[in-house]
Nanobody
Framework: VQLQASGGGLVQAGGSLRLSCAASTRSFSSYRMGWFRQPPGKEREFVAAISWSGSSTYYADSVKGRFTISREDAKNTMYLQMNSLKPPDTAVYYC?????????????????WGQGTLVTVSS
């Protein structure tokens, strides 16, 4: 499956952005999906994940209550709604997909990655 992330940009602290991840597959509903991010000079880290059905979601503590992950299988697309953005949220955001069993909160649970979209939050 090929993944295309989009929606990044420059936003002031306290603002919002919605990221999208479009998947090129006929079996999107078979994939659990996730968002990860890599801040400048740091390692890639987990942000949020969503199950095949969308009934289960998982979040990093740093984004709980501010970010919401969702999926729209009819459009083969996953979203990350980011509210109350802070400068530490600045990073390249990557979407990922996999069909294996798991919560999807670890990098090594995914075989398929998008190219990343840059989010910059100014203070």
């Amino acid at each position: 499956v090929q993944l295309q992330a989009s929606g990044g940009g420059l936003v002031q602290a306290g603002g919002s952005l919605r990221l999208s991840c479009a998947a090129s597959t006929r079996s999107f509903s078979s994939y659990r999906m996730g968002w990860f991010r890599q801040p400048p000079g740091k390692e890639r880290e987990f942000v949020a994940a969503i199950s095949w059905s969308g009934s289960s979601t998982y979040y990093a503590d740093s984004v709980k209550g501010r970010f919401t992950i969702s999926r729209e299988d009819a459009k083969n697309t996953m979203y990350l709604q980011m509210n109350s953005l802070k400068p530490p949220d600045t990073a390249v955001y990557y979407c990922a997909a996999d069909t294996s069993i798991g919560t999807g909160t670890r990098i090594n649970e995914y075989d398929n990655w998008g190219q990343g979209t840059l989010v910059t939050v100014s203070s």
